[in-house]
């Protein structure tokens, strides 16, 4: 995207067409801005004609009211550039704190757009950094050059212009070649020091995201006793960015000095001409005055747009990470979307797919599940039985083939509309930091309690939970880790009975259970099921024998299908799976 582009984008949360007291808020400080400009140029005016009007011999009566004229005129115009200027902040800052909630809103929605394998590739506290720097960058690039950059310029050629016509051309030029040598180092070594600043970033993004992955995953971390190594990995990022700050701060202190003996330059040369022609009667004091006063309001300025330069480049560099998360394609659903039917017979039809190119996991699977029926996916690890869950839920498009749901292509359909219909217990239960209530509420926010405490019950969490001091209320911990793997499994058995979807998905649902728990809340799960179409995917083959058909899975294909008793008596790769498993539960001596 353009960076014409990125301002064009932006600028519909700025202008914002259904708001119209922020248009006239944005209207109001446009105003302000130019009436303090205007005040800002009459200063150096009256200041002039105070020194004047004191060095002339006048009447005294006519001198006290003239020069208590210019006094206190010169007052209100200092007073009134201040009022307009604090004004024209207030009406902004309310324009601008808008469009960042908009934006950000934005931003946060988008990315939970992106497709799976977006967020997989990136780490969550990198994503943190780059959209709290982006917005930042915005509100700072439409605050500073629509409300001091291009307004300062404008100024700047003004007061040229005045000084050229109040006091020739000679000090214009003086002035005007001082402004175009400080623009012109401030635009080389600025573009130099860029360097510097995209290091910073990277490796801001780099500690964020280790610095987060390491919290998220300190049981891990504990268990491996990697203290030590986390912190020596977060070390590298912090030096990297510890050096290119160095840098950065010592290219800093090159430009200012730069800057400095730029301004010191024009500076004297002007007052030494200014000096000369006060002795040779060519200027009063009064003019002496003003046209100092003109050039400190020139060089000023030429300071404040050096370093807000500085912060506009690296604004802009911020805000290029901004942008490359919002240039990405978000999941894109078929023009002619179509609605899922209540029969939610699913069908998968000659599916391949591979994450890869060279990572071909399903090859020509077909089977049915039909309306109500409760079918397994068996197999080896890696057969891909999990991947036919993803791409149930769209998380992934088949390569080939096609998956449909009542006889409609699932790919016709809005993924928020197919995931609305489908509840799922995954293999891994990442809970959010809050209390079980929310996190068993996070099925449907609008259920009433006997909903969520029947929830509870077919999850087998109601003695769980009445033990607890707090109950539903117990805060559960980053990822859930205040609670054991059986007890997080359950919650997510929970949070899906509630949804109340018309197609369940176990994806080795009670995996991380007890023998005597599995059993209870199977037969819970059983009741559940009986009232939807259930795709279980299971490595323990003792957990699916009551279901309707098994698909045996192999090498990305379906080896054999049938009900358990069939696959027994056939003597294929289930059967032999089969044995294996129950030959490894045998208790010992047997």
């Given at each position: 995207m353009t960076l014409q582009n990125q301002f064009r984008f932006l600028l519909r949360y700025f202008w914002v067409s259904d708001r119209p007291d922020l248009k006239w808020r944005l209207l109001g400080a446009a105003g302000c801005l130019v009436l303090a400009k205007t005040s800002n140029l009459a200063t150096p005016w009256l200041l002039g004609q105070t020194v004047d009007t004191l060095d002339q011999n006048a009447v005294v009566d006519v001198w006290v009211l003239s020069a208590l004229g210019l006094v206190f005129a010169y007052a209100i115009s200092r007073l009134a550039a201040l009022v307009f200027s604090e004004g024209r902040e207030v009406l902004f800052t309310a324009v601008s704190q808008h469009a960042i909630r908009a934006l950000t809103g934005y931003v946060f929605a988008h990315l939970h757009r992106l497709p799976m394998p977006f967020h997989l590739s990136r780490q969550t506290g990198s994503l943190d950094r780059l959209i709290d720097r982006g917005t930042k960058a915005v509100d700072f690039l439409l605050r500073y050059v629509a409300f001091n950059v291009g307004p300062t310029l404008i100024e700047l050629v003004i007061v040229s212009g005045i000084v050229w016509a109040l006091f020739g051309g000679i000090y214009a030029l003086v002035i005007g070649l001082t402004m175009a040598a400080y623009i012109l180092l401030t635009l080389q070594i600025t573009t130099w020091r860029l360097r510097f600043r995209r290091t910073m970033n990277a490796a801001d993004n780099m500690v964020a995201g280790r610095l987060v992955d390491s919290f998220v995953n300190v049981e891990t971390v504990r268990l491996f006793g990697n203290e030590s190594y986390e912190a020596s990995r977060l070390d590298e990022g912090l030096a990297t960015y510890e050096t290119a700050a160095n840098r950065s701060r010592f290219s800093l202190m090159l430009l200012n000095l730069s800057q400095t003996v730029v301004v010191l330059t024009g500076v004297t040369g002007v007052?030494?001409?200014?000096?000369?022609?006060?002795?040779?009667?060519?200027?009063?004091?009064?003019?002496?005055?003003?046209?100092?006063?003109?050039?400190?309001?020139?060089?000023?300025?030429?300071?404040?747009?050096?370093?807000?330069?500085?912060?506009?480049?690296?604004?802009?560099?911020?805000?290029?990470?901004?942008?490359?998360?919002?240039?990405?394609?978000?999941?894109?659903?078929?023009?002619?979307?179509?609605?899922?039917?209540?029969?939610?017979?699913?069908?998968?039809?000659?599916?391949?797919?591979?994450?890869?190119?060279?990572?071909?996991?399903?090859?020509?699977?077909?089977?049915?599940?039909?309306?109500?029926?409760?079918?397994?996916?068996?197999?080896?690890?890696?057969?891909?039985?999990?991947?036919?869950?993803?791409?149930?839920?769209?998380?992934?498009?088949?390569?080939?083939?096609?998956?449909?749901?009542?006889?409609?292509?699932?790919?016709?359909?809005?993924?928020?509309?197919?995931r609305q219909r489908i509840g799922v217990v995954p293999q891994e239960t990442v809970l959010f930091n809050d209390t079980l209530r929310y996190n068993i509420a996070y099925g449907n926010h609008d259920a009433s309690m006997a909903q969520i405490d029947a929830a509870v019950e077919v999850a087998g969490l109601t003695g769980f939970v009445r033990a607890l001091p707090d109950g539903l209320e117990t805060e559960v911990g980053t990822r859930g880790l205040k609670l054991s793997g059986g007890e997080k499994q359950r919650v997510a058995i929970a949070r899906a009975v509630l949804k109340e979807p018309a197609i369940m998905i176990f994806d080795e649902a009670t995996s991380s259970l007890d023998t005597a728990t599995e059993a209870a809340i199977q037969a819970n799960l059983e009741r559940v099921a009986a009232q939807q179409t259930t795709l279980i995917i299971a490595h323990r083959l003792s957990t699916v024998t009551h279901a309707d058909r098994i698909v045996v899975l192999a090498d990305g294909r379906v080896a054999e299908q049938g009900a358990h008793q069939e696959l027994i008596d056939r003597g294929g790769l289930y059967a032999q799976l089969w044995q294996i498993q129950s030959q490894s539960v045998q208790p010992l001596g047997t």
């Open positions: 007052l030494v001409l200014a000096a000369l022609d006060v002795q040779s009667g060519l200027l009063t004091v009064g003019a002496f005055v003003t046209l100092n006063t003109y050039m400190l309001q020139a060089f000023q300025p030429l300071n404040f747009l050096g370093s807000v330069y500085r912060e506009i480049r690296q604004s802009l560099i911020d805000m290029e990470n901004l942008f490359e998360v919002i240039s990405e394609p978000v999941e894109a659903d078929r023009y002619r979307e179509r609605t899922l039917s209540e029969q939610s017979v699913i069908q998968f039809q000659n599916v391949k797919f591979g994450y890869g190119p060279d990572r071909l996991i399903l090859s020509d699977v077909t089977f049915t599940i039909p309306l109500g029926q409760t079918v397994a996916v068996v197999g080896e690890t890696g057969s891909g039985k999990t991947t036919l869950a993803r791409l149930l839920l769209r998380f992934y498009d088949p390569v080939a083939g096609e998956i449909s749901i009542g006889g409609v292509n699932i790919q016709d359909v809005s993924r928020y509309a197919l």
